[in-house]
């Protein structure tokens, strides 16, 4: 067994140790399945990112064997994604690579060591929690705009169209205006190659759509011959093992910045697939284990010309429902992309782009998701608009810039989640002994004049207890209590800053009538309270258990003065 992080007490890895017998054809099937998959949207996504289609080829070769051998998720299928494509387009055209196809070779190299070593680092560091650091409403958004960027990328292809690409807008006029100019033999193509992607995702959900597209197109320009009727085609394929990639290492300053951003989003899309598709009985992904999987991955696949990697969830998922028990599937996938390059590539070269194109559309729509842009809508507007800041993000300032602002706009959500907590004044259900927060839906509720009942939850710290304290002084003054009652149940740390601040309301209180109470603390927060100043001040007989004792020892003391 693995130990939390990333030691290993074996080196056989733990899924080969416990294997079953009757896996075998399960994984040997699931395995041939993904591999017609993963293969075609390999190649397709390596012309995302500006690079030949045999670079996809690569992509799905080394990297699926270090993954298999070193990953902790059993479906997880390891090559590249759209988000790592299109990212990895907007790295390399920032590098002075110097325009030849061998400087490119070495600048995609040098980003994907470079990824590596920063996910290997990550590991030994143990920052697997770095996964959760970009909230889902800004992710969705994020690739929405990633999305949209990839598809107005790739129409010019499917239109059969060229000019010198810009900025989003600055596409969309160009398309526009090339569209008088589009070849009528590459819309065809490609309209018939979105046809069958959209038939057999509709109809045939595990049949392998980009293979049947890929090979479709193979055959017909193998029928009509090459370059028939002026349709492009990806053109010579070298066949063979990868050649040895020596990393660009000059470009090294340049590509770390967005290195950093892709392995950000490679880990995130790699966690997520992983733990989206584990079933019950077999091991949780282990964040600084994939951590450590994806970047030996990386960094391994560099060397063989394979562009940045990841776990991508179609994929994983075609690999799940295929049947796949083990990392063996993934070792399956290589070894036929390994045939493939040793004896298919000259087929390859047949195949048209706007093949290519029409695999990088329909699975890229897939990105954009008005569902749950408008489900977030429904739950919570607030996050609605940091989705919609994303994707602007993408969408004005370019995917490398997105990222940045997805961090950014999520920083900026959290910050204002933890300073400005809830603070609710709570009522009691007639009858019981049940506290809640006072509604309009339950105006029975009881209350008792003269005790103001304040439940805060959250943490309490300098950056958020000057507004709880604003929050409360319009309650007090409404409500004119004889005592305040500050439930702190939910309240689970109290840092210095707050308790002085909440030391000095009571001062201020106090000097004007009004006691305060406090309730429910935790032994955490006890601790800190009854060892400083408005512990002594306070005492055992206002530090109470619950807001029962509280109304009982509030209703006890009218008595009292009552009687007296």
Not at 399 to 426: C, E, K, R
């Amino acid at each position: 067994m693995a130990t939390k992080g990333i030691p290993l007490r074996s080196p056989v890895p733990e899924w080969i140790r416990d294997y079953r017998h009757e896996w075998i054809k399960l994984d040997v099937i699931a395995g041939l399945t993904g591999a017609a998959v993963v293969i075609p949207k390999a190649m397709a996504y390596a012309t995302i990112a500006g690079l030949p289609v045999q670079v996809g080829l690569y992509t799905a070769f080394l990297p699926m064997v270090i993954y298999g051998v070193v990953g902790s998720s059993r479906p997880l299928s390891v090559s590249t994604t759209t988000t790592l494509a299109i990212l990895t387009a907007a790295a390399l055209s920032q590098a002075d690579a110097g325009g030849d196809a061998g400087a490119l070779f070495s600048a995609s190299a040098m980003l994907a060591l470079l990824v590596g070593i920063i996910l290997v680092l990550a590991a030994l560091l143990h920052l697997g929690f770095v996964a959760d650091f970009i909230s889902e409403p800004v992710l969705i958004g994020f690739k929405a705009g990633i999305g949209f960027v990839i598809v107005l990328d790739q129409v010019p292809k499917l239109l059969g169209i060229h000019f010198p690409k810009g900025s989003f807008s600055h596409n969309i006029l160009a398309i526009v205006q090339g569209i008088p100019d589009a070849s009528l033999p590459t819309v065809a193509v490609g309209t018939v190659m979105v046809g069958i992607l959209v038939a057999c995702e509709h109809f045939v959900p595990r049949a392998p759509a980009p293979l049947i597209a890929v090979a479709s197109g193979i055959g017909g320009m193998s029928v009509l011959g090459s370059g028939a009727y002026g349709v492009g085609t990806v053109g010579h394929v070298p066949t063979g093992l990868p050649p040895l990639t020596v990393p660009g290492l000059r470009l090294a300053v340049q590509l770390w910045p967005a290195a950093l951003g892709i392995a950000l989003m490679s880990f995130a899309e790699t966690i997520a697939a992983g733990r989206a598709f584990a079933q019950s009985g077999e091991p949780e992904p282990r964040a600084n284990r994939e951590l450590l999987a994806t970047g030996l991955a990386n960094a391994g696949g560099a060397f063989l010309g394979a562009m940045p990697v990841g776990g991508g969830t179609t994929q994983t998922a075609v690999n799940r429902l295929a049947g796949a028990r083990t990392q063996l599937a993934g070792l399956v996938a290589a070894a036929v992309t390994l045939v493939t390059m040793l004896l298919l590539a000259p087929f390859i070269g047949l195949m048209p782009e706007a093949t290519l194109a029409a695999v990088v559309i329909v699975y890229s729509i897939g990105l954009i998701k008005p569902a749950e842009f408008y489900t977030i809508r429904k739950v919570r507007r607030t996050e609605f608009v940091w989705a919609l800041v994303a994707l602007a993000g993408v969408v004005v300032l370019g995917t490398l810039q997105g990222i940045l602002v997805a961090i950014v706009v999520s920083l900026v959500a959290l910050a204002y989640q933890v300073a400005d907590p809830p603070l609710h004044v709570m009522a009691r259900k007639p009858g019981t002994n049940v506290f809640r927060p006072r509604s309009k839906e339950h105006p029975e509720d009881e209350t008792f004049p003269g005790l103001l009942l304040v439940r805060p939850e959250g943490r309490m710290f300098f950056a958020n207890a000057a507004q709880i304290g604003e929050k409360m002084r319009p309650l007090i003054a409404e409500a004119k209590p004889k005592v305040v009652a500050l439930d702190l149940g939910g309240v689970f740390d109290l840092e210095y800053t707050a308790l002085k601040m909440l030391t000095e309301a009571e001062k201020r209180q106090r000097a004007s009538g009004v006691l305060l109470w406090l309730v429910g603390l935790n032994p955490g927060v006890l601790t800190m309270v009854q060892h400083s100043p408005l512990g002594e001040t306070l005492g055992r007989e206002r530090m109470l258990f619950n807001l029962e004792q509280a109304v009982a020892k509030y209703a006890a003391s009218l008595s009292q003065i009552t009687t007296g």
